[in-house]
C-alpha cells in the first residue's frame, strides 16, 4: 500500500482505513506519504517485511492521526517513523522483533505519540522501542510487556516530554537506557529495573533531565561514584553527577 497526498498543488489525502488487512514478504507494507492524514490500521497482520508501517524521511506537509492497533507485527523493522507526525497512537499490538532489529523505531520529532498495551517478543539482540536524538513531546510509554531484548526501551538524546510508566520488563539485558544529554523523562515503574544508562547531570540544574523513581530498588550499570549501584527509590540529578533521594 502506498498512500501518498498531491505534492504538486498540496492538496491532502485524508481518511485511510486499513482493517483486517495481511501484508506479507514486501519491502514496504504500508507507505505513509506527503500530505496525508487520518490513518486507522486495526487487524491487520504484518510478516516477513523489510517494513511494516514505514513512515519516511523528509515527506511534505503536516501529517497527523496516526493509529495503529490490535495488529500483529514480525517483520525487519515493524514500525518505522522518520518525519514528524502529530498525534500517533500504537496500542495493544503484538511484535516478535528479531535479529537487531527495532519494533518500534521513532526517528524523528513527535507531538502526541502513545505506545501503550502492546507486548513486544524480542531477541536477545533486538530493541524493543527506540526514540532517536528527536524531541517526543507529551507523550507516554506505558502498560507494554516486554521480554528478551537487549535493550527494551532506548531514549536518544534531546529534550523530551516523555512519561514512561507501568511496563511488564522480562530477560531483558537492560530495561531503560537513556543517552547521556537526554532532558524532560520521567521514569515510573513498581518493578526492579536493570538500567544500563542514565543521564548525567549539569552542575546547578537540579531536576533538568530525567527522574526514575521505583517501588524496589533497581541496579544502575553505570558509573555511580561513591555511592554505590542499588538505590531505592529515585535517582534525581544534582552537582557532580546521580545522587540519591
Not at 506527503?34 to 516477513?48: A, I, M
Not at 501503550?116 to 507523550?139: D, I, K, R
Amino acid at each position: 500500500w502506498i498512500c501518498v497526498g498531491d505534492t504538486t498543488h498540496t492538496l491532502y489525502s485524508v481518511e485511510f482505513n486499513m482493517v483486517n488487512c495481511v501484508f506479507n514478504l514486501t519491502l514496504t507494507a504500508l507507505y505513509v506519504g506527503g500530505y496525508t492524514q487520518g490513518y486507522t490500521v486495526t487487524g491487520c497482520n504484518f510478516t516477513g517485511n523489510s517494513y511494516g508501517v514505514y513512515v519516511p524521511g523528509s515527506l511534505a506537509g503536516a501529517l497527523d492521526q496516526l493509529i495503529i492497533s490490535g495488529c500483529q507485527f514480525y517483520n525487519g523493522t515493524d514500525i518505522y517513523i522518520g518525519t514528524t507526525v502529530l498525534d500517533v497512537l500504537i496500542s495493544h499490538n503484538y511484535f516478535v522483533v528479531v535479529g537487531s532489529q527495532t519494533g518500534v523505531n521513532v526517528a524523528a520529532a513527535l507531538w502526541g505519540l502513545a505506545i501503550v498495551g502492546n507486548v513486544f517478543n524480542c531477541s536477545s539482540t533486538a530493541v524493543a522501542v527506540a526514540v532517536g536524538a528527536v524531541a517526543v513531546l507529551s507523550s507516554t510509554i506505558a502498560g507494554n510487556a516486554i521480554r528478551g531484548a537487549t535493550t527494551a526501551v532506548s531514549i536518544g538524546n534531546a529534550g523530551h516530554g516523555l512519561q514512561i510508566e507501568n511496563n511488564s520488563m522480562s530477560a531483558n539485558t537492560a530495561d531503560y537506557t537513556v543517552n547521556a544529554s537526554a532532558t524532560g523523562v520521567v521514569i515510573n515503574d513498581a518493578n526492579p529495573r536493570t538500567i544500563a544508562k542514565l543521564p548525567t547531570a549539569i552542575a546547578g540544574i537540579a531536576g533538568s533531565r530525567c527522574i526514575v523513581s521505583n517501588g524496589a530498588s533497581p541496579t544502575y550499570g553505570g558509573a555511580v561514584g561513591t555511592t554505590g549501584s542499588v538505590y531505592s527509590p529515585a535517582f534525581c540529578p544534582g552537582s557532580g553527577g546521580w545522587v540519591y533521594r
